[in-house]
């Protein structure tokens, strides 16, 4: 490089603000087609299934509770999801989206990856279910 195209760049950069963004203190606004959260409406979901089928990460899973009282559960794990939007095609209700304004998903803790939507009174089932299993004993000799 010049020596004169050095001091240039330099004299330019000493009166420039920065163009780094003070991210997380500046936000600006996420384009229309972000892929961030999966987003699921229960009321259009048949508990098909064929979400978490299709899903190549693995990421979702469908718990039917009662199929014709229409009790689903939708697991999500967050940290397994490529945001591929396979889920979004394969719904043929559309019940999936993904959010373009819930996308700031890093923790520490992956425990937090892990969402379980549904009616409360059905996740609550769901949950005391699991547990109940995870305390029972794996082999019994
Ligand atoms: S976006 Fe892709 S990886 Fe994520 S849940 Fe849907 S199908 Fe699975
Ligand atoms: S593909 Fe759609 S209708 Fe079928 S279980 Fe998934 S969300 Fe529900």
């Known amino acids: 490089m010049k020596i004169g195209l ?4 330099i004299s330019t950069s000493l009166f420039q603000r920065p163009v780094t963004e003070r991210y997380p203190y500046e936000r600006k ?9 999966l987003k699921w409406n229960l009321e259009s979901c048949t508990g098909c299934g064929l979400c978490g089928l299709d899903c190549p990460a693995n990421a979702i899973q469908v718990h039917v509770l009662d199929r014709k009282e229409k009790r689903f559960i939708l697991e999500y ?13 394969s719904c ?3 019940c999936i989206d993904l959010s373009n304004t819930d996308w700031e998903l ?3 803790d992956g425990d937090v990856f892990r969402f379980i939507f549904g009616v409360q ?4 089932e769901f949950l005391v279910g699991e547990s109940s ?3 029972e004993s794996p082999t019994s000799e």
């Open 6 to 9: 050095m001091f240039r760049d």
């Open 29 to 37: 606004g996420t384009p229309n087609r972000l892929r961030g959260k």
């Open 77 to 89: 794990h967050a940290d397994r999801c490529t945001f591929c939007a396979q889920c979004v095609h």
């Open 92 to 94: 043929r209700q559309g």
């Open 106 to 108: 890093a923790a520490l």
């Open 121 to 124: 009174a059905n996740v609550d």
């Open 133 to 135: 299993a995870d305390t």
